[in-house]
T-cell receptor, first 112, second 112 residues
Framework: DAKTTQPPSMDCAEGRAANLPCNHS???????VYWYRQIHSQGPQYIIH???NNETNEMASLIITEDRKSSTLILPHATLRDTAVYYC?????????????FGPGTRLSVLP | EAQVTQNPRYLITVTGKKLTVTCSQN?????MSWYRQDPGLGLRQIYY???????DKGDVPEGYKVSRKEKRNFPLILESPSPNQTSLYFC???????????FGDGTRLSIL
């Protein structure tokens, strides 16, 4: 089972910031938080990941709470092309593999 | 261009006719994996490979085989396909460490 909880759907106005929340209350110390998105039935696209600190790249920002039990993905200026299903995944990596479990995600609709 | 390439992209076939879906990556990644995606069930891992000649079962391995004879290739084999294997399949790869996975564009299989 997925270790994360996300709202099933959200709307956002074009040009505004989209803030997508994720709860991961059972996260352990060696687990990272990853965000992916999937547009229609295309392959999931990596967005950003982090362990403890907030992260920012050209696509988005990731804010992780101090207790690491929740995080927020921020798309600073949402466009219509950001309409997709967004997945929050917590995962550890060891010598035996990477436990990567996709939940149902959040369907983000960016509205004109 | 760094990419994960799957072939074929679409296939309609009949029950019992062996098929292979190829996956190739040009990023020299150690780790590769296969997922299937079904409506209401999300993405589920079928098999993964930590390196050449090292493979292991994911969450839904029944009815599938894989091999990893070369680092860049990770074919998915359906020895005797059945209709319940009709699905959208994704291959992914990543380097060692807590790095994100890169996904292919998907293969849509229909088993009649």
């Amino acid at each position: 089972d997925a270790k994360t909880t996300q709202p099933p759907s959200m709307d956002c106005a074009e040009g505004r910031a989209a803030n997508l929340p994720c709860n991961h209350s059972t996260i352990s110390g060696n687990e990272y938080v990853y965000w992916y998105r999937q547009i229609h039935s295309q392959g999931p696209q990596y967005i950003i990941h982090g362990l403890k600190n907030n992260e920012t790249n050209e696509m988005a920002s990731l804010i992780i709470t101090e207790d690491r039990k929740s995080s927020t993905l921020i798309l600073p200026h949402a466009t219509l092309r950001d309409t997709a299903v967004y997945y929050c995944i917590v995962s550890f990596t060891d010598n035996y593999g990477q436990n990567f479990v996709f939940g149902p995600g959040t369907r983000l609709s960016v509205l004109p | 261009e760094a990419q994960v390439t799957q072939n074929p992209r679409y296939l309609i076939t009949v029950t019992g006719k062996k098929l292979t879906v190829t996956c190739s990556q040009n990023m020299n990644h150690e780790y590769m994996s296969w997922y299937r995606q079904d409506p209401g069930l999300g993405l589920r891992q079928i098999y993964y490979s930590m390196n050449v000649e090292v493979t292991d079962k994911g969450d839904v391995p029944e009815g599938y085989k894989v091999s990893r004879k070369e680092k860049r290739n990770f074919p998915l084999i359906l020895e005797s396909p059945s209709p319940n294997q009709t699905s959208l399949y994704f291959c992914a790869s990543r380097p060692q460490g807590a790095q994100p996975q890169h996904f292919g564009d998907g293969t849509r299989l229909s088993i009649l």
